[in-house]
């Protein structure tokens, strides 16, 4: 899928450059509920982000014990994978867009033309990403519970001007109709919940089916790459994209069963929660 900004001619609201978001993977999860095509594009991104952090840890492992042309090349093969990662998320994340609290009805691209990814993780429930190396640190230095960071952010807003706490049903597809800006989110919002009213329960993959992660391991790391433990290193990468993208899964489900209870309270007479769709099962 082509970038938004590629066609987007708005500007972006000011952002300070050095910045990290936190999505929490619900978020991820409606986006991909109301537009299921897009789950190859974001779930390949968040797989081949997973194969990378895998791999960084290889790599420091071997770094710590041995000094080996093996661990020159894994940390070779790593830097390159974690470019292709980024690249990855990159374009994803450019073609989604988000709403923006502190404006009222206005939305922005989750990722502006000029940012990158440098870095990334999962935590508490949290896909969580960096724009920079100095963003990074701060981003790999911070401890404490993320809900608690969230609910202090609801508190303050001002709190961290160089954080974004993303959850909720508050991301949506790219639309060249709508661009993005003030007087936009209602749009999405009611593009959004048309859509959700035709999702099924058949329309949750069962999986990420994309030859090309094995490709891009295959090429970079090899099959016959060990682990300093002896496992071997793809197939270590492979189980940790196929943790990122069953977590993505979890939250449809989650969602779903969300729906479902919903709906049920709506039969029994009890008052459904505000703003849950509707979604056929």
């Known amino acids: 899928m082509a970038s938004a900004v590629e066609s987007l001619e708005m500007c972006a609201l000011d952002r300070p450059a050095s910045r990290r978001f936190y999505v929490h993977v619900g978020s991820f999860a409606f986006l991909v509920a109301a537009q299921p095509t897009f789950f190859a594009e974001v779930g390949y991104a968040l797989a081949l982000s997973g194969a990378s952090r895998a791999l960084d840890q290889v790599v420091q492992d071997w770094a710590m014990f041995s000094s080996s042309e093996i661990a020159q090349s894994l940390a070779k093969a790593a830097d390159t994978i974690h470019s292709r990662a980024a690249e990855a998320l990159q374009t994803a994340f450019q073609c989604i867009v988000q709403l923006v609290p502190s404006r009222f009805g206005t939305t922005d691209l989750l990722l502006g033309a000029r940012e990158r990814i440098d870095a990334w993780c ?5 896909l969580t990403y960096a724009t920079d190396e100095d963003a990074a640190r701060i981003m790999y230095s911070e401890t404490g519970s993320l809900r608690k960071l969230r609910s202090e952010i609801r508190r303050s807003p001002g709190f961290d001007p160089a954080l974004e706490m993303i959850s ?3 991301l949506f597809l790219f639309d060249q109709r709508f661009k993005t800006g003030p007087k936009t989110a209602l749009l999405y919002r009611r593009q959004s919940a048309r859509l959700l009213r035709g999702f099924r329960r058949t329309n949750i993959p069962t999986g990420l089916h994309d030859p090309q992660l094995i490709r891009d391991l295959d090429e970079c790391v090899g099959p016959s790459a060990r682990t300093f433990e002896g496992d071997s290193v793809i197939d270590c990468c492979l189980g940790r994209a196929d943790l990122m993208v069953t977590t993505l899964l979890r939250g449809l489900s ?9 709906a049920n309270n709506r039969t029994s007479g009890v008052a459904a929660g505000a703003g849950m769709p509707t979604i056929t099962t």
């Open 122 to 126: 999962y935590e508490d429930g949290y």
């Open 168 to 170: 909720g049903p508050s």
């Open 254 to 262: 989650s969602m779903l069963a969300g729906a479902d209870s919903a």
